[in-house]
């Protein structure tokens, strides 16, 4: 599983690169070129990569938490995601700023965006960086709602719902719509009392209640042996289901009619747990072995995926001067900004001050780590 939360996070390269050349978006860095291939290939992937990211992030959590203890399992969290969250803002976001500076009126007009951008923050100042301010808000939720219903003894009456979901398969379905019109409920909600977006466009009601609510799916499957061994069971049929639905929230996604606004926040979860079963499940077939390559990806993927977008909008910023076809760009820019950004982890991971900056771990865990990785026979492991 961890296999495919690296990869899910290094998706994220080439989807960064796609926006600076699709047709749909208004990104901080944008190209005259565009391409419609490289539009639906990004379309397709936002539907589901992040989503699929928080499900897994929730199961892990409630996994960790009766191993380790709410309180350990939190400051924990607290150090891996809020340090290289904050080494991020201080570090990657100026570069960001800058670029698009740049980009937008030559370079001249850096500094004063920078300055700019510094003294009212917006979401050019966090671009990716955004899912790390989540995961570390659903974890101090999360720990919350563990410590209430530890003390209200709720663990009873969550079983007894898994247990009727267990005899009564359609209910799973019907609750898969439930939280598609949660979703939709509280994004209404949250466009009436006009706070859907927050902070510059950093905080995103809608988004943040869908990426939470995937987040606590993950923690109901990982409570139930049975349910994960359910979900990773490949089902062809579902499989269909999740190609189909995710297509159609492709299509809808970007299109400003409230119908269309209504109908992605009401598939977001849907297609979320969806594709989650099919990315696990064929997880379970196809990258149930360790390798070289998956042990290399798992350990740079933090690190390469902080860095790349800075990485990304520089090159953008000296190929816009070029007119080369947007496919051939954004190949390119895709190459480079890998190579780019594996030199740079290869970099950091010699350096043990920089592996706490930028993967929040002390280097005897991650040595640990990585001996544990290299130990680890074929297995089933996804």
């Not at 201080?90 to 500094?111: D, H, K, R, W």
């Not at 902070?199 to 109901?220: E, K, N, R």
């Not at 995710?246 to 119908?259: K, S």
Request: aromatic share 12%.
């Amino acid at each position: 599983m961890d296999q495919l939360r690296a990869i899910l996070m290094l998706i994220g390269i080439p989807y960064h690169v796609g926006l600076v050349y699709a047709a749909h978006a208004v990104w901080i860095v944008e190209s005259s070129e565009k391409s419609l291939p490289v539009t639906w290939v990004i379309q397709f992937s936002h539907t589901f990569r992040m989503p699929v990211f928080f499900l897994i992030a929730g199961f892990f959590s409630a996994l960790m938490i009766p191993r380790r203890g709410l309180g350990l399992w939190l400051a924990g969290r607290a150090w891996r995601i809020g340090i290289p969250l904050l080494t991020s803002l201080i570090l990657v976001s100026p570069l960001m700023v800058l670029a698009s500076g740049v980009a937008a009126g030559g370079a001249t007009n850096a500094i004063p965006t920078l300055l700019t951008e510094m003294s009212s923050p917006s979401a050019a100042w966090t671009v990716h960086l955004w899912f790390l301010l989540y995961l570390l808000i659903y974890c101090m939720l999360f720990a919350g709602l563990w410590l209430l219903g530890s003390r209200w003894g709720l663990g009873a009456p969550i079983g007894r719902v898994q247990d009727r979901i267990e005899q009564n398969p359609w209910l799973g379905w019907l609750g898969l719509a439930a939280l598609g019109l949660v979703v939709l409920a509280s994004a209404v909600v949250a466009a009436k009392l006009d706070i859907a977006y927050l902070m510059g466009g950093i905080f995103v009601a809608g988004q943040f209640v869908a990426d939470g609510v995937m987040f606590l799916v993950g923690a109901l499957i990982a409570s139930r042996p049975t349910w994960f061994e359910a979900f990773i069971r490949p089902r062809w049929p579902v499989w269909a289901v999740a190609l189909a639905t995710a297509v159609t929230m492709a299509v809808f996604q970007d299109d400003d009619g409230d119908m269309s606004r209504a109908i992605t926040y009401f598939l977001m979860p849907v297609v979320g747990v969806l594709f989650a079963h099919l990315l696990l499940s064929s997880a379970r077939l196809w990258l149930d072995r360790r390798t070289r390559l998956s042990a290399a990806m798992v350990e740079a993927a933090m690190t390469m995926y902080l860095v790349h977008v800075p990485i990304v909008l520089w090159l953008t910023v000296g190929f816009l001067a070029v007119g080369w076809p947007a496919e051939v760009e954004f190949l390119l820019i895709t190459i480079i900004t890998v190579a780019a950004s594996y030199g740079f982890h290869c970099l950091v991971a010699r350096h043990p001050i920089l592996v706490v900056l930028f993967n929040g771990q002390a280097a005897s865990a991650r040595a640990k780590g990585s001996a544990i990785v290299k130990a680890e026979p074929s297995g089933t492991r996804a």
